[in-house]
């Protein structure tokens, strides 16, 4: 429905990087099915060759299709992105609404409490979990979730603050409904505006994360392939196959763009007089 809505009633920038994102993901999931290379194939007779007829994005050191392992990066940084935000998202949330509603010491314990998480390093944070429960899939989603959900509790506890002295809400107080009900039922419906502009312009934030951590050999490890771990191959042969790093470059920045102007659509739809 809110992306309807923002195709109907967006500005330009937001309708285009809706229709980037959606292009993306739609290439990303079909056109490796036009290839005949697999993500792992090597072509032993054309190693490190710049992009052609044979290999439309070329080929690493290998002989593996770039095309395919980039199309496929793409797939596992946006699963990461959409994962990891919706991590941060239960616990923003859920940290947000209950300090926000709560008010008082309570309030002040649990924000003070995200502003002492916010003075850790994140990439040491994530780097520590990955270490110590292994380099899977699994893990890096969680540890990235798992640093995303600061700013969205601030996010979400000042709007319930607000919402909190709203008049339904003091008259829902005085009918003796019970909080969790009030939460569940009159808090958190009037914060899906808010928080749904905001989680879009986590998803970049998460896939920047998941692509450095993957850069440095932290994230997505080989055989599988990510825009991270592609583009630090790309790096090492930047000089004599620029096409390494131009291919999974381009469409990281790319996925950025489009997210973030979708995002801002999205904030300035519900939020009007933040344009």
Do not use: K
Not at 81 to 94: D, E, H, P
Not at 170 to 191: K, T
Not at 205 to 219: N, P, T, V
Not at 249 to 256: E, M, Q, R, S, T
């Amino acid at each position: 429905m809110s992306a309807l809505r923002l195709w109907r009633e967006g500005d330009g920038a937001s309708r285009a990087g809706l229709a980037l994102i959606a292009l993306i993901a739609l290439v990303a999931f079909i056109a490796p099915l036009l290839s005949p290379w697999h993500v792992e194939q090597l072509d032993w007779a054309r190693i490190g060759v710049p992009p052609g007829a044979r290999h439309w994005f070329g080929t690493d050191r290998l002989g593996r299709d770039l095309f395919v392992r980039t199309l496929a990066g793409v797939r596992v940084s946006l699963g990461i992105g959409l994962v990891a935000t919706a991590v941060g998202l239960v616990i923003g949330v859920s940290w947000g609404a209950l300090a926000g509603y709560a008010g008082g010491r309570l309030e002040q314990l649990m924000m003070r409490t995200v502003d002492v998480a916010y003075s850790l390093p994140y990439v040491f944070f994530v780097i520590l979990l990955t270490v110590s429960f292994g380099r899977s899939l699994a893990t890096l989603m969680v540890a990235i979730g798992a640093v995303s959900w600061l700013t969205m509790a601030r996010v979400v506890c000042a709007q319930t603050e607000a919402l909190r002295h709203r008049e339904f809400i003091e008259a829902a107080v005085a009918a003796g409904v019970p909080r969790w009900r009030i939460l569940w039922r009159h808090v958190l419906p009037n914060l899906s505006g808010p928080v749904l502009a905001y989680a879009t312009l986590t998803v970049p934030g998460a896939i920047l994360l998941e692509s450095f951590l993957s850069f440095l050999g932290l994230g997505v490890q080989e055989p599988a392939a990510s825009l991270g771990n592609l583009m630090a191959q790309g790096t090492a042969e930047m000089e004599s196959a620029p096409w390494m790093l131009l291919a999974p470059g381009g469409f990281l920045v790319a996925i950025v763009l489009a997210l973030g102007f979708v995002g801002d659509g999205l904030r300035d739809l519900w939020d009007p007089r933040g344009r």
